[in-house]
């Protein structure tokens, strides 16, 4: 039987501190995009995350989705409030304590609602935000973990569908990205989109952010090998690529587009990569990184270049980064997986198993209509208990006034409080 090792459980703590680090990061990544009137409001959008959601997840989300299984469908009751969490072996990964592993995947569970809210950026009441995210980190987040990553239905156990998702392309990103375009559609598109100039206020800020992402991002996929080990080895390996080769696949078809590479550009093919590579990091050759992180690049550059074309104000491109990028990493890891990286996965279409993909299909779109049916119904309840949107008078202040009483800038450079 397995015994508690300590070089597993020191790299499972320092990538939960990674992955944390990640929600203050995406804090800065969205908050350098929007306008200076917004920036508090959207940096507070994943701040608060990391209060609510880890108490959330504390009482109840850690339980529904990796206690014992109920149907394939859902975790029990076993570690409601942690109870039985503590020092001994985790089940899921019997070399660390179950404490480690568990605050392990609260920091995942922490980011993922985060990462909604810049679809959404400018234009989101507090208040509804507040209950949509507590009620989707329940009864959405927690449910599709269990299905890949705690003994569900699209997992590895017994009757599974063995899909492949090494740290959260389908539980995190697909995830994230659908309910991002259920909120686009029931919110609404900003005042002014898109016939109004609306910049980013403060680039640099978002290369930081997304700088910040990246750093992290090592413990997002590294940790997920739920070791010191040499699939945590290969899954840096290929992150770092995937990132690399990603920024590329998004900057050459800008600069033949528009004549010149931005920083933006830049940033947001990085995270495109990183996006894109997560489900595949575990189980696939630094090659095929190199592939998969390119296409995430290219494949997500095209589908925000078509946004003006389909119309939806996707604030801060969280569909055309997460949604699309988390297909393209699913489906492409079900061609390149391979069980010489990690014998605990499988072999993909190009080593002689093309049913990989089909799987990596199933779990794609059972994610997709569950989390995009769900969110649209906690939408609907949370607006009718407290409302969704920000009036048109709110709206034209900023969310950093009417939201939070706040500016982020003064005219000495200083912040400042207001409560008239």
Same mark, same amino acid.
């Given at each position: ?14 990538? &939960? ?20 009137? =917004? ?9 608060? &995350? !990391? ?25 029990? !009751? ?5 109870? =039985? ?42 208040? @509804? ?29 017994? @009757?599974?569908?063995?899909? !492949? ?9 697909? =995830?994230?990205?659908? &309910? ?95 996006? %894109? ?27 925000? %270049? ?46 002689? =198993? ?14 997709? %209509? ?30 950093? !006034? ?12 200083? %912040? ?5």
């Amino acid at each position: 039987m397995p015994e508690i090792d300590t070089g597993d459980t020191a790299w499972i703590l320092t990538s &939960a501190a990674l992955v944390m680090f990640m929600t203050p990061g995406l804090a800065l990544f969205y908050g350098g995009l929007v306008r200076s009137k =917004n920036v508090l409001g959207t940096y507070m959008q994943s701040f608060f &995350a !990391l209060g609510l959601v880890s108490i959330l997840f504390m009482m109840f989300g850690y339980t529904l989705g990796f206690g014992s299984d109920v149907g394939s469908i859902i975790g029990g !009751l076993d570690f409601a409030f942690l109870k =039985n969490v503590g020092a001994e072996p985790s089940p899921l990964a019997p070399t660390v304590p179950h404490s480690v592993y568990m605050i392990f995947q609260m920091m995942f569970a922490v980011i993922t609602p985060a990462l909604i809210t810049g679809a959404v950026a400018e234009r989101m009441k507090f208040k @509804g935000y507040v209950m949509f995210m507590a009620l989707w980190s329940i009864l959405i987040y927690s449910p599709v973990a269990h299905w890949v990553w705690g003994g569900g239905w699209l997992g590895f156990s017994e @009757g599974g569908v063995a899909a !492949l998702d090494f740290a959260g392309g389908t539980v995190v990103h697909i =995830n994230a990205g659908i &309910a991002a375009l259920a909120c686009i559609i029931y919110i609404g598109k900003r005042k002014g989109y898109p016939h109004d100039a609306i910049r980013p206020h403060n680039v640099p800020m978002v290369i930081l952010g997304a700088s910040i992402l990246w750093f992290g991002w090592f413990g997002f996929n590294g940790g997920s090998a739920l070791g010191a080990n040499g699939v945590a080895g290969s899954a840096f390996v290929a992150t770092h690529l995937g990132a690399a080769a990603a920024m590329l696949g998004w900057l050459i078809p800008e600069w033949i587009q528009h004549k010149t590479p931005t920083t933006i550009g830049a940033a947001t093919g990085a995270v495109a990569g990183l996006v %894109a590579i997560t489900p595949a990091a575990g189980f696939v050759e630094p090659w095929a990184a190199v592939l998969i992180g390119f296409a995430g690049g290219l494949v997500c550059y095209m589908f925000v %270049a078509l946004k003006p074309k389909l119309g939806y104000d996707d604030s801060l491109d969280v569909v055309g980064v997460h949604f699309v990028g988390g297909i393209v990493g699913a489906l492409l890891t079900g061609v390149f997986a391979t069980t010489a990286i990690n014998a605990g996965g499988a072999d993909g279409l190009l080593y002689g =198993n093309p049913g990989q993909v089909v799987k990596q299909l199933v779990a794609v779109v059972a994610t997709i %209509a569950y989390s995009f049916i769900g969110s649209m119904i906690i939408l609907f309840v949370t607006d009718k208990v407290v409302g969704v949107r920000v009036s048109e008078d709110d709206e034209m202040i900023g969310l950093d !006034l009417s939201q939070h009483s706040e500016t982020a800038y003064t005219a000495e450079g200083g %912040a400042t409080a207001s409560h008239g």
